[in-house]
């Protein structure tokens, strides 16, 4: 989408008309203007001059966001309209007040004048005619745009305004002519008469009413962006980089990827990259909303913007400028503020017709009082009635508003949300599709249980099995090394090491031998107990993978590890279902683990052994009885995430840029995922208010100032009280798109379930793609089919690979032909495992 600055606008009106300007275009496939940022977004391949000169064509300005030419992103945001609304409103008042003095304090209320003003009705005329005119030349923007618009033909908020102030001084004008003969010819009660007849104060009231609802509106317009312009003020402008040697100071514009860069205590970190030397504590709130402060050290991960706290940190870059996390954030925020949600297709559709309407609506109220034998100046005040207290802006500002509230929210706190239509849909779900590994679960084995053999204490077994994996790279050796440093466990010196393919380790461990592996290989070294068998199938039946233990003959106990849920994983789930919403969890795994699983993070249904196409078919089921999300890593699961109706990738730093998700989760935390629905919720029901109020405000307010309940309930509205309302009506709209801010996105405390769908009996995936069958040996557990999986997966061909240890198979799923078989099997060999090739 290319993004472009327009200006000029000022209602719904002016965007409508810019729209279907730009969609003429030739190549342009979609457009949407927002009122709210004055930005446009395009799709297609037209040309920008093309698109530049539609705009300029339709009477706006218009510049490409990036252009030199163009004003920053953080300029066109900034509140310019404010300080000169408020200039205008204090000069208006300034000359308002001594003429609503003259014209409604003396002539209703006996308010003194000057000796030189009684009884001479000409020169209080003069005197009002002369203030309200300054004051129309004071707001002469109205009639500049007002009478722009007619000449283009695309009519707008200004045009009313312009129109029912110009009318109401004209005809004042007019009544002061014949006033003039009236005072000639000596006639004092024609006079007097023709003195009540004044629409001065009305004109002048009515553009300093308008004024006072636009300094509103633009102070309330200028907080929904506050989000983003607090993400964009955070962006660091210098870098201190080392070149030839040296510290350099030097514009973030100028940083390369792989430059070495430092950060001091205090400072913003400028790009994103990898620590290299140093650790402190990063505050990383800016962009994931997270208060608790990382820790960071050689080889963690940083990003532009997050503030370094405590020590001193050498880090190289990886991704500068566009790319940074920082940047993608942005942009998603900004792209999602210039679309439009589906719903304000139905308010842009009522504003393109709306001015053109509302004038047609005057003059018929015009006709009509004269011709029931009301006076011109009467059947005037209720047309001007009309004409000002009409307003397309609420109409164009309902959905825009809230849209960026929302947005801004949703950034705030982590939940990034492509795109208006992805913010309104979300709220919409009936059915959340879950990934397992990396998102339901941590994605890394973890020790679960440790059961000392009788007479062997747990000390003694933990000090066997570390000093006998420290010597291994399997992933569960890594899982109890990290479980035994977090119990101050110490590994001894082991000799003789050897890796026993496909079934687990040995050595001498103080003068005697000492295995560790699964149980085939343990038993025979040694006799296991029935009751730690029972013991062992119970955890393998609860998707735990057991590793036994042997000392001189003797069995020294189990140590299980699992990939374990991760903390929040149950309470997401726990949220979701109690919005009413069904749970499926799709995972490649087995059926016994998955199920495993399932049952401690509480979903409805699982669905195991699904390949990448087969997540796919399974989505097109659910999506037979209803809206559908699928959550997932946004890599393997893409072609899931494509077909839901709402994609949403658990995934930070390079997974923000995940093309396939609609929702992105920056802090890879799954009850982030009930919270983008609340927020999507709470969106679209703003939105909703939004929409009834700028409805009803309109529907209400055109037949009370055209005189519709005059003769049933003696209701009557002068022009200047329809500018009051007319200006309240879009302040009112922004502001109740505030009220979002308010709001707890992550408190479930006001959760409502709504009608649950039926999950369908048969959700066995359709898988039907090209495979390629790899024989391998030295698996022997779960994990190893995880280390495999990943080593093959890093090919481009391979969509996914489904490995089995029992079988000693890896099924790789293809997107195409394999280009190089030896490389893939090189990679499954330094991983420490042996490919058997086909004789």
Not at 792 to 817: N, R
Request: aromatic share 6%; net charge negative.
């Amino acid at each position: 989408m290319e993004q472009y600055n327009v200006t000029g606008m000022s209602c719904a009106a002016c965007s409508a008309r810019v729209e279907k300007a730009v969609a003429a275009v030739d190549g342009v496939t979609a457009c949407s203007v927002s009122l709210l940022t004055n930005s446009m977004g395009v799709e297609g391949s037209a040309s920008p001059e093309s698109i530049i000169k539609a705009v300029e064509d339709a009477g706006y300005g218009a510049s490409r966001k990036g252009a030199k030419s163009a004003p920053a992103e953080e300029d066109t945001l900034a509140d310019r309209e404010t300080p000169k609304l408020k200039k205008r409103l204090t000069a208006s008042l300034c000359l308002l007040i001594p003429l609503m003095y003259v014209s409604m304090g003396h002539m209703m209320w006996g308010f003194p004048l000057p000796a030189f003003f009684e009884g001479n009705h000409l020169a209080m005329g003069l005197f009002e005619m002369i203030f309200a005119a300054a004051v129309m030349v004071i707001n002469q923007k109205f009639f500049v745009s007002g009478f722009k618009g007619l000449v283009h033909r695309s009519p707008n908020m200004d045009t009313l305004v312009a129109m029912g102030s110009g009318v109401s001084f004209l005809w004042s004008v007019f009544v002061l002519f014949a006033m003039t003969r009236a005072v000639t010819d000596g006639d004092t009660d024609k006079t007097e008469e023709l003195m009540m007849n004044f629409y001065f104060e009305s004109a002048a009231m009515i553009l300093t009413l308008i004024t006072v609802g636009k300094l509103l509106e633009a102070r309330s317009k200028g907080k929904t962006t506050d989000a983003l312009k607090g993400l964009m003020k955070l962006t660091p402008k210098t870098a201190a980089v080392e070149r030839d040697g040296k510290e350099v100071v030097m514009p973030i514009e100028n940083v390369q990827v792989g430059d070495i860069f430092v950060v001091r205590p205090g400072e913003s970190i400028p790009v994103d990259g990898v620590v290299i030397e140093g650790e402190s504590a990063v505050n990383e709130a800016a962009l994931t909303g997270e208060s608790i402060p990382a820790d960071k050290q050689a080889g963690s991960h940083v990003s532009a913007a997050t503030i370094n706290q405590t020590g001193f940190l050498r880090c190289r870059a990886q991704r500068v400028g566009e790319d940074t996390t920082l940047a993608q954030i942005i942009k998603m925020v900004s792209d999602a503020a210039a679309t439009k949600a589906p719903i304000a297709k139905i308010a842009d559709r009522v504003s393109g017709i709306f001015v053109p309407t509302v004038i047609g609506i005057a003059a018929i109220t015009l006709v009509i009082w004269l011709a029931v034998g009301q006076t011109a100046g009467y059947a005037l005040a209720r047309a001007i009635s009309v004409l000002v207290i009409s307003c397309p802006c609420a109409l164009g500002l309902a959905t825009p508003v809230a849209i960026m509230v929302g947005s801004g929210m949703g950034a705030k706190n982590g939940v990034l949300f492509k795109t208006a239509v992805s913010l309104e849909e979300t709220g919409r779900v009936q059915i959340v599709a879950l990934d397992k590994t990396g998102t339901v679960t941590k994605g890394e084995p973890a020790v679960t249980d440790v059961i000392p053999a009788d007479g062997i204490s747990e000390s003694e077994l933990l000090i066997a099995a570390a000093s006998l994996e420290a010597m291994s790279e399997h992933p569960l050796a890594g899982a109890v090394m990290r479980y035994c440093e977090e119990n101050s466990v110490k590994a001894e010196t082991v000799s003789d090491f050897k890796a026993l393919s496909g079934s687990g380790l040995r050595g001498r461990f103080g003068g005697a031998e000492l295995y560790g592996g699964n149980l085939a290989l343990i038993e025979k070294y040694c006799t296991v107990s029935g009751e730690l068998k029972s013991k062992a199938e119970a955890l393998a039946g609860e998707g735990k993978t057991p590793l036994f233990f042997a000392k001189g003959g003797k069995i020294l106990g189990m140590i299980a590890a699992a990939d374990q849920l991760k903390d929040e994983s149950a309470e997401a789930i726990r949220q979701l279902k109690n919005m009413g919403l069904s749970v499926v969890m799709l995972t490649g795994d087995n059926a016994r683990t998955a199920e495993a699983v399932g049952r401690q993070a509480g979903v409805d249904r699982v669905i195991a052994g699904v390949l990448p196409n087969g997540k796919e078919s399974v989505i097109r089921k659910l999506q037979a009885v209803g809206r559908v999300a699928m959550v997932g890593d946004g890599i393997n699961d893409a072609p899931a995430l494509t077909r839901a109706d709402m994609g949403i990738a658990i995934g930070a730093g390079a997974d923000v840029a995940v093309d396939a998700a609609d929702v992105v989760l920056v802090n890879s935390r799954l009850t982030d995922v009930p919270a983008a629905i609340r927020l999507s919720c709470m969106t679209l029901r703003s939105i909703h208010q939004n929409l009834f109020w700028a409805f009803i405000y309109n529907v209400i307010g055109i037949p009370l100032a055209a005189g519709a309940f005059i003769k049933l309930f003696g209701w009557e509205l002068q022009p200047m009280f329809g500018a009051a309302a007319m200006s309240l009506s879009s302040f009112t709209v922004v502001t109740n798109a505030l009220r979002l801010n308010l709001k707890d996105i992550f408190s479930p405390a006001r959760d409502k379930a709504r009608n649950c769908v039926v999950l369908p009996d048969d959700l066995a995936p359709e898988q039907k793609s090209e495979t390629y069958t790899m024989r391998i040996n030295g698996m022997m557990c779960p994990h190893c089919e995880a280390t495999v999986r990943k080593a093959l997966e890093a090919f481009d061909e391979v969509a996914e690979a489904v490995c089995d240890f029992k079988a000693g198979t890896a099924v790789l799923t293809l997107y195409s032909p394999i280009r190089d078989l030896a490389a893939m099997e090189d990679a499954v060999t330094k991983k420490g495992y042996e490919v058997i090739k086909e004789v």
